[in-house]
């Protein structure tokens, strides 16, 4: 029996330092993981690119008391945004000079309502 905790603790240990050391590779080379419910599932590579309509961005959230209740009720993750705030993934849909609206029908960028 004690065998076979041996083992086991081996296993976990290797698999807990692997994913240690995949995450510093992810985090160098640009890649973000985002597994929240807010937004596919996937792994996401980071450029630094001119920001356009349908784009997906990352950013870090201001540092705020709205926030600081989003991290404790586990609604956005922990991470090393000031504030101990988690990067947040969001799709472009409007830019400077485009007409945003919110009614009863749902949010319209220049006219038209937006679709999931």
């Known amino acids: 029996m004690r065998k076979t905790r041996n083992i086991l603790a081996g296993i ?63 609604y956005i993750n922990t991470g090393n945004c000031p504030g101990g705030y988690g990067m947040l993934l969001k799709r472009v849909f409007a830019q400077v000079g485009d007409t945003v609206s919110i009614g009863g029908a749902g949010i319209k960028v220049n006219g038209e309502l937006l679709r999931k």
């Open 12 to 74: 976990v240990l290797s698999v807990s330092a692997g994913t240690f050391l995949l995450s510093i590779v992810f985090r160098v080379s640009g890649i973000y993981y985002n597994n929240t419910p807010s937004f596919p599932v996937g792994f996401y590579k980071i450029v630094d690119e001119p920001v356009g309509k349908g784009a997906y961005v990352s950013f870090c959230p201001p540092q705020d008391e709205v926030f600081d209740m989003a991290v404790a009720r586990n």
